[in-house]
């Protein structure tokens, strides 16, 4: 069974970082693109970043450039998103997609 499980989310100051993981499980990871996505409440789900199946290409939104990381650990089956200099705009909920499968997400919230 094809599963991916978000964590990390939760509640963080603007101006904070935050590191979402994705677990990974019955799909061969290592071979597989895998993407980040977001949708706030009242919007259309949008992509944040992407990685290639050997972590060599990444691919990000304009809105997230030169704040957010994407990587992953195959070892781990893990995806991973580091997120630094957060803004309210940032809230939403997160999702990892790959193998045609989506996370149950997890929950960013930026406020003061």
């Known amino acids: 069974q094809v599963q991916l499980v978000e964590s990390g989310g939760g509640l963080v100051q603007p101006g904070g970082s935050l590191r979402l993981s994705c677990a990974a499980s019955?799909?061969?990871?290592?071979?597989?693109?895998m993407t980040w996505y977001r949708q706030a409440s009242g919007k259309e789900r949008e992509l944040v970043a992407s990685?290639?199946?050997?972590?060599?290409?990444?691919d990000y939104a304009d809105f997230v450039k030169g704040r957010f990381i994407i990587s992953r650990d195959n070892a781990k089956n893990t995806l991973y998103l580091q997120m630094n200099s957060l803004k309210p705009e940032d809230t939403a909920v997160y999702y990892c997609?790959?193998?045609?499968?989506w996370g149950q997400g997890t929950q960013v919230t930026v406020s003061s």
């Open positions: 997609y790959g193998s045609e499968t």
């Open positions: 019955g799909f061969a990871f290592r071979w597989f693109t």
């Open positions: 990685i290639s199946n050997t972590g060599g290409s990444t």
